[in-house]
């Protein structure tokens, strides 16, 4: 199987699994993992998602030995994938367990918390074999690094080290390798046991806010505020601030 699904309490853990390629993606994994992603979202047990590699690669981008001249259709599979990842409600973690390179760069991209082992690295592959950074690459990199640095990343595509890559905002942290995983599902547990309707609307928000001028995400936040407020995680936090003991959060509406 090209991806793997292991059920944990309150989450699910989805691992690329192509080992011996990197975990190159192809169309048939596209389509998976875009399956996976849905079960998890109809699962009202399921309160966050890890994403992560099999094997000494995070992913290696498309499988080169499947590709013609026609991406169009293969991309429409992809970008399913990325936008389902950012409307998800949930807070999806990428633990990034080596290199990220091309669409599996960006595909970890698409991810709201990214942690990488420090041996891992970030390549906007593209450049080397004649594409644009595809899969989100053109939106993320200049929001997360900045102009001249996304510029710089997907002209020379260089490998950006994990620690590099946390230093410049691209991700979250880097991790020593050995403690990645544990990391990783710490990271998803607490996150699991979040807020989870309050997270998935601060997703939305911060989505939002890369188009929306100052006044209309003033608006976003008030109507998504309310939202929020009406949910019965706000009247826990609440409640157990003023008990000062720790929230219970069931994440149900
Ligand atoms: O169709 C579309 O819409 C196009 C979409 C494009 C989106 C993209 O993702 S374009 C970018 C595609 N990816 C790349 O260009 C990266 C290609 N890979 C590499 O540059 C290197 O493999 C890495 C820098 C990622 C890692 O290097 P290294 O030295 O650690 O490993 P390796 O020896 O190159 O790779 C290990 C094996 O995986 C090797 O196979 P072998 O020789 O052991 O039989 C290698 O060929 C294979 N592999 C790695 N990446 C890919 C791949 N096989 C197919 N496709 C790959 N992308």
């Known amino acids: 199987m090209t991806i793997l699904v292991e059920k944990h309490a309150g989450y ?118 004649g594409l644009i950074p595809d899969v989100g690459g053109t939106w993320f990199l200049p929001r997360l690094v900045g102009a001249a640095r996304a510029r710089a990343l997907a002209m020379l595509a260089e490998p950006l080290s994990a620690e590099r890559a946390a230093a410049w905002g691209l991700i979250w942290q880097a991790v020593d390798d050995d403690k990645l995983l544990d990391e990783a599902h710490a990271l998803t547990v607490l996150l699991a046991q979040g807020p989870t309707i309050g997270l998935a609307l601060a997703k939305r928000a911060l989505d939002a806010a890369e188009t929306n001028t100052l006044d209309e995400q003033l608006n976003l936040e008030r109507d998504l505020q309310g939202e929020a407020a009406h949910n019965p995680d706000y009247a826990e936090g609440v409640r157990a601030f003023l008990e000062k003991r720790p929230p219970v959060f069931t994440g149900k509406r």
């Open 12 to 129: 699910r853990q989805i691992t690329l699994n192509r080992p011996d390629r990197l975990n190159a993606l192809t169309a048939e994994m596209g389509a998976v993992l875009l399956a996976a992603l849905g079960e998890a979202q109809a699962d009202g047990d399921c309160r966050a998602i890890l994403l992560t590699g099999a094997g000494r690669g995070f992913c290696a981008g498309q499988d080169l030995s499947q590709v013609g001249s026609d991406l169009g259709g293969l991309l429409d599979g992809y970008n399913a994938v990325i936008r389902k990842l950012r409307s998800l409600e949930m807070p999806v973690v990428c633990a990034v367990n080596g290199v990220a390179a091309g669409a599996g760069a960006n595909l970890a991209l698409a991810c709201d918390i990214v942690l990488a082992a420090t041996s891992a690295s970030f390549i906007q592959a593209f450049a080397k074999i």
